[in-house]
């Protein structure tokens, strides 16, 4: 996801996403502690049961699902 928001930051003309790449990014950033290589032991991570639900909400609003 990191290679593809630095395309849609460097685009000429803007792309359309650009107004929530940052947001993009945080969701991003947040997650992969789950689901990259950069972690040895994701399995090992603790999840708070509140967490998801976040994750979830902020994407539904991002794509526009959540009104």
């Known amino acids: 996801m990191g290679s593809m928001l630095a395309k849609i930051r460097a685009a000429t003309p803007p792309h359309t996403?650009?107004?929530?790449?940052d947001d993009l990014d945080e969701l991003n950033?947040?997650?992969r502690r789950y689901h990259h290589g950069e972690n040895p032991a994701?399995?090992?991570?603790?999840i708070d049961d509140a967490e998801p639900g976040g994750y979830v909400k902020r994407t539904l609003e991002l794509v526009g699902g959540l009104l």
């Open 29 to 31: 950033v947040d997650c």
């Open 17 to 21: 996403l650009l107004p929530i790449a």
């Open 42 to 46: 994701p399995t090992t991570e603790t």
